[in-house]
């Protein structure tokens, strides 16, 4: 490999990275958690219906899969979830685990030997009932959790508080055997941490219109002997501080990651522990995500960075952070402790995401589960670039550049390679850079890719986040195009073959760049957002409907703008050549703001495919519907690029 090159054009070159490849390496594991001495997890299985399963490492050091299909960990609070399971060494040394199942979204109660039991019921109205960051009380024979609890019909007929669950499932078939712990006066909770004596609860709260990375409070509260919540109180936050994670030191101190500072930073009873312009949280798009856990030593174990997270140990005396070594160069926003040991989930850019296991006595690092293992030569793995653009008002934007990567193959002469501009959803959020097989599968074809964390990401300090307020459709599609032109101006891309793709928030950016710009020759449109007033007006869920009302403005005082700016308003402007793919079950970016944009688009003869996949909601999770979705977007660049991959059917395109 590697003796001979071949000359063939951009687009042509053979790849051992088929869509198959990338759809069963898509995902990775997460939730990571202890049970007694053991490690478990959650991790995805696209070839078993996209459906995730919990995973235990043995003491032995052996891996199994706990739960047989159809058993699915995964949570629909929030519609994006959270932490789905929980557990606790029983006396005899057993797993006791309590986990949230996809499909009913019941608690059940599984014991190894045994089938799972509900221990709660169904509700016929809206959503449901629904639960997430289970903490196990077997002190007091309770599961303690996260309850969004559906009230009507709509998506937003929905309240949340802290809840107790029996063990013993006598809340099976009861609602009433279910004990409240607060009393809903938030919108939005997040679950109990408690002190090591037990006496006292943190938790975060947040309402309308705010999202959790614009304010949270971090409320606390005394426990009874009876386990009831007395006195609750805030401590920290409000309406312009987002505290993204609540915990507690071994003796009792109250630790928080809060960004009053510009940055999300960790303190200590009130007080900095390690000021810098560095991020030690995050957006909390999920419940139950942990940037730090307290060790029972008094160091604490960090994730932190600008832009990538880094894990590292935290001396709160000193200040100074030891990071781990290893060829991690990302970690995912889940950690567990036990005593000294540290678990997390790291990847880096040759290295799919792995659960790594840190002893902080030695210094050592491992990789316990889901280890990393070559699908393909690691020569065709995609070879990234960290760069920082210039924007149109002179301001950074951070990205990552994929150039065409080939052991075997290079362009002739005086070509350049066609590039696809990637828009990460979110928007609150940023594309990592880890091994990602889909980037490998356009890369080892000769296409090159750029991810954009434009303005408005995360992970570059509260005041870049906010560079969207009110901005989304501007700054962000502003951004995306500054990278693909400077990428065609500096010679490194072809300028007359640049595409965008994006999904969720992706999506809109891709639609509306489409729409408003002349730069892309074509676009992948997936599961986005089309309609703004519509969005925003009942189509979306709870969490997200007011959303727009920081991203775009009040609807109420600007309406017009929520017009002006939707691609769904402009589409007598698109003329480039487009795929849309949705799922059928999105309650997110529901179905039909793209029938409504196609509806606009009929009679106006620009060449389009729209696919939709029964069984999917917001994010693909399908091996099938993944591979269906890669080949049909590969096969769209083909056509408008101008090259012929080989085994890839050709994507019909309407008028």
Do not use: K
């Amino acid at each position: 490999m590697g003796e001979t090159v071949r000359t063939l054009a951009y687009g042509f070159w053979p790849s051992p990275i088929d869509a198959g490849l990338a759809a069963a390496h898509d995902g990775r594991p997460d939730f990571v958690g202890f049970v007694g001495d053991e490690a478990w997890w959650t991790e995805p299985r696209p070839a078993e219906g996209g459906r995730r399963t919990l995973v235990r490492r043995r003491a032995d050091g052996h891996e199994e899969s706990v739960l047989p299909p159809p058993w699915n960990v995964r949570s629909r609070v929030m519609e994006y979830g959270g932490q789905p399971w929980a557990g606790t060494a029983t006396d005899d040394g057993g797993p006791l685990v309590v986990f949230v199942n996809f499909a009913d979204q019941r608690l059940y109660r599984y014991e190894e030997g045994a089938e799972p039991r509900p221990l709660t019921p169904v509700s016929p109205m809206g959503g449901g009932l629904r639960w997430a960051e289970p903490l196990v009380r077997a002190d007091l024979g309770e599961v303690w959790c996260v309850l969004e609890e559906f009230t009507g019909e709509a998506p937003t007929d929905v309240r949340r508080v802290l809840a107790a669950v029996p063990l013993d499932g006598s809340a099976a078939d009861d609602r009433d055997a279910v004990r409240e712990l607060t009393d809903g006066r938030h919108r939005f909770v997040t679950g109990a941490r408690l002190s090591p004596d037990g006496r006292r609860a943190a938790w975060l709260a947040w309402d309308h219109p705010r999202m959790p990375w614009d304010g949270t409070e971090l409320l606390v509260a005394e426990i009874t002997a009876e386990g009831t919540f007395e006195n609750p109180r805030t401590v920290a936050g409000g309406p312009q501080d987002s505290v993204a994670q609540a915990d507690w030191t071994p003796d009792g101190r109250l630790l928080h990651t809060s960004d009053a500072g510009g940055w999300w930073n960790l303190y200590r009873d009130g007080e900095p522990l390690c000021p810098r312009e560095e991020e030690f949280g995050g957006p909390l798009w999920q419940l139950g995500l942990r940037w730090s856990a307290p060790l029972d030593s008094g160091l604490v174990a960090v994730l932190h960075g600008h832009g990538a997270l880094r894990l590292g140990v935290l001396d709160p005396e000193t200040g100074e952070i030891v990071d781990v070594p290893g060829p991690w160069t990302e970690f995912a926003p889940t950690l567990a402790v036990h005593g000294e040991r540290v678990v997390a989930v790291g990847a880096g850019p040759h290295t799919a995401h792995e659960v790594v296991e840190l002893d902080t006595r030695t210094g050592h690092c491992r990789v316990i589960g889901a280890a990393h293992q070559d699908a393909v030569d690691p020569a065709y793995y995609p070879q990234p670039r960290i760069r920082t653009f210039t924007g149109p008002s002179g301001q950074d934007i951070h990205a990552h550049v994929y150039p065409p990567h080939h052991p075997d193959c290079a362009a002739p002469d005086g070509t350049l390679p066609p590039y696809v501009v990637w828009a990460h959803g979110g928007p609150t959020s940023r594309s990592p850079l880890v091994l990602d097989l889909t980037v490998a599968y356009f890369t080892s074809r000769g296409i090159g890719v750029a991810e954009v964390n434009y303005g408005g990401s995360t992970g570059y300090g509260r005041a870049y986040r906010e560079r969207l307020r009110e901005q989304w459709g501007v700054v962000d599609v502003e951004d995306c195009a500054a990278v693909a032109l400077a990428l065609a101006d500096e010679g490194t891309a072809d300028r007359e073959r640049l595409a965008i793709r994006g999904g969720s928030a992706g999506g809109w950016t891709t639609a509306a760049s489409l729409t408003s710009t002349d730069v892309y020759a074509c676009g992948t449109i997936i599961y986005p957002i089309l309609d703004l007033t519509g969005w925003g007006t009942g189509e979306t869920h709870d969490f997200e409907s007011q959303y727009l009302e920081s991203l775009v403005g009040p609807l109420a005082e600007v309406p017009g703008r929520y017009e002006e700016r939707s691609p769904v308003t402009r589409a007598d402007r698109l003329t480039a050549p487009f795929l849309l793919l949705q799922g059928l079950d999105d309650v997110i970016c529901p179905p039909a703001q793209c029938e409504r944009f196609l509806a606009r688009l009929e009679g106006r003869n620009v060449p389009h495919a729209y696919l939709a996949f029964e069984g999917e909601g917001h994010g693909f999770r399908r091996a099938d519907t993944m591979v269906r979705a890669l080949e049909a977007e590969l096969s769209l660049y083909a056509q408008v690029f101008g090259f012929d991959p080989p085994g890839v059917p050709t994507l019909e395109l309407d008028e």
